[in-house]
T-cell receptor, first 115, second 115 residues
Framework: AQKVTQAQTEISVVEKEDVTLDCVYETRDTTYYLFWYKQPPSGELVFLIRRNSFDEQNEISGRYSWNFQKSTSSFNFTITASQVVDSAVYFCALSEAGGYSTLTFGKGTMLLVSP | GAGVSQTPSNKVTEKGKYVELRCDPISGHTALYWYRQSLGQGPEFLIYFQGTGAADDSGLPNDRFFAVRPEGSVSTLKIQRTERGDSAVYLC?????????????FGPGTRLTVL
């Protein structure tokens, strides 16, 4: 069975601080995919990134960066110089290969960025 | 182009009533997913359609829940004899093709409240 754990329920930072959201996953598959989604107050889930299990390169996209480490089964997400617009709930999710790409989500981390 | 749309955005019903929730996926997307998100939780998979057929309905909680996608586009999630525990946000997502690890594009959800 697959599982995603986001241990941080809520994080509060002040604008311009860096913040890291943790994600730990469990799966018995050797091929799998990891995702991050953002859910702003409007409620619609917004896709941020996908990584496959064979690509451990870290990725940077603007102020966002992701650190994938298979050795610790983690896929952490860092926002540099946070902004108020980053306030949202962030979900980490996992999908296993060979299935229908259904996503198993963590419980989410609520990020509050204050001015 | 237009994203995934869901109607109604909010539905309030009484215990025991029947409800239908509609999802209109992105045009051309063959894969369609339904998820349910309870307060403070991540979305949980309900059912997946590839074309007109339900390829995986393992997430449906019981036989009061049913979904159809008769023409391979719009889908309707049907809940009979609603219970208070059915209250949640029901999310629909679509994906352009069946390929493992595909990102899913989510709609804004229908918030169902059972009184």
């Amino acid at each position: 069975a697959q599982k995603v754990t986001q241990a941080q329920t809520e994080i509060s930072v002040v604008e311009k601080e860096d913040v890291t959201l943790d994600c730990v996953y469990e799966t018995r598959d050797t091929t799998y995919y990891l995702f991050w989604y953002k859910q702003p107050p409007s409620g619609e889930l917004v896709f941020l990134i996908r990584r496959n299990s064979f690509d451990e390169q870290n990725e940077i996209s603007g102020r966002y960066s992701w650190n994938f480490q298979k050795s610790t089964s983690s896929f952490n997400f860092t926002i540099t110089a946070s902004q108020v617009v980053d306030s949202a709930v962030y979900f980490c999710a996992l999908s296993e290969a060979g299935g229908y790409s259904t996503l198993t989500f963590g419980k989410g981390t609520m990020l509050l960025v204050s001015p | 182009g237009a994203g995934v749309s869901q109607t109604p955005s909010n539905k309030v019903t009484e215990k025991g009533k029947y409800v239908e929730l509609r999802c209109d996926p992105i045009s051309g997307h063959t894969a369609l997913y339904w998820y349910r998100q309870s307060l403070g939780q991540g979305p949980e998979f309900l059912i997946y359609f590839q074309g007109t057929g339900a390829a995986d309905d393992s997430g449906l909680p019981n036989d009061r829940f049913f979904a159809v996608r008769p023409e391979g586009s719009v889908s309707t999630l049907k809940i009979q004899r609603t219970e208070r525990g059915d209250s949640a946000v029901y999310l629909c997502a679509s994906s352009p093709q069946v390929r493992e690890g595909n990102e899913q594009f989510f709609g804004p959800g229908t918030r169902l409240t059972v009184l």
